[in-house]
């Protein structure tokens, strides 16, 4: 009797334990399987802020020239071809997951400022462009954008700097390795989808979750082209790491320079040494100075 009156209420605690636990377990993985199904809904944000493309580079007072690409698979990506004066070259920009070109015009305008022609394109399901955004997709994307400033407009690969920024720059390494540009620049992105997954969501298995690669390290390690890479350690999305990661995979020349501010505003904050070390880095690819001297290998803007 004193036996069995004494061992019910040990037994009601560990039940009590054991469907916490339970009830953990279950929600643990539901939200580990809500990100592996739903995942692109993480990678890809069009509508934010918003879908619409609600400015122009009228807007800052540039003369534009819209544009209506055609991918290899049938989809139909809207952009725009910003001339300028006495260009140097010319600038393919792809932008990162968010948002549209329409948020990409003051950045446009520095590169006009540059001496560059820019095409800006939005991808597959942003913006006025047609189709559901894939990671396939946006290579293609990026192919047809290529191929409107090389067949289309006749502009020859030696004048050609590709930039990208964030997820755009995984993308754009991913086309300079198989279409050599004159150069070019990576701008607060990732080594690869799952490294950086593993660093957003730490209590998951990430990198085994993740069904996109955006494998940026592998890339670089096939661009022949001159590399500027441009990271703020004060990016609270992809860590600073993952841009000297980059650095160390490309080839060379390269260089990497560090800029100020957090991941959606250090080209705004760190302005300064943003533009001057494009300009140099366009001056020394571009122009040729320095008798062609390549890049050096340097780790700060200043």
């Known amino acids: ?105 003051d950045r446009v305008a520095v590169f006009q400022r540059l001496g560059l022609n820019t095409l800006i394109v939005d991808y597959r399901g942003y913006g006025a462009s047609s189709g559901e955004p894939s990671e396939a997709g946006t290579y293609r994307d990026a192919l047809a954008a290529w191929d409107h400033l090389t067949r289309v407009r006749g502009e020859s ?59 940026t390290r592998a890339a670089l390690g096939h661009v022949a082209a001159p590399v500027l890479i441009l990271h703020s350690p004060d990016d609270e999305i992809v860590p600073f790491s993952h841009g000297e990661a980059l650095f160390a995979a490309a080839r060379g020349p390269k260089k990497l320079v560090e800029l100020r501010g957090g991941h959606l505003d250090a080209d705004v904050l760190g302005r300064a040494i943003y533009v001057r070390e494009i300009g140099a880095f366009l001056q020394r690819v571009l122009d040729g100075a320095d008798g062609g001297a390549q890049v050096s290998t340097a780790r700060r803007g200043g």
């Open 157 to 215: 690969p030696a004048r050609i700097v590709v930039f990208g920024e964030s997820l755009g720059g995984s993308i754009a390494a991913w086309l300079a390795a198989r279409r050599p540009p004159a150069a070019l620049v990576v701008y607060a992105s990732f080594t690869s989808a799952p490294e950086l997954a593993r660093s957003l969501y730490p209590m998951f298995p990430a990198a085994w979750l993740t069904r996109f690669r955006y494998d």
């Open 1 to 105: 009797m004193d036996a069995r009156t004494t061992s019910k209420p040990e037994r009601r605690p560990l039940r009590g334990i054991a469907a916490v636990l339970g009830i953990g377990v279950l929600v643990y993985a539901a939200a580990a399987l809500w990100l592996y199904a739903f995942q692109a809904r993480l990678v890809y944000l069009p509508e934010l802020p918003s879908r619409q493309v609600q400015a122009t580079p009228a807007d800052v007072g540039l003369a534009f020239e819209p544009v209506a690409l055609a991918t290899g698979d049938g989809e139909t990506l809207a952009g725009w071809f910003v001339p300028a004066p006495q260009a140097r070259g010319t600038l393919l920009y792809l932008h990162g997951n968010g948002g549209n070109i329409g948020h990409r015009v």
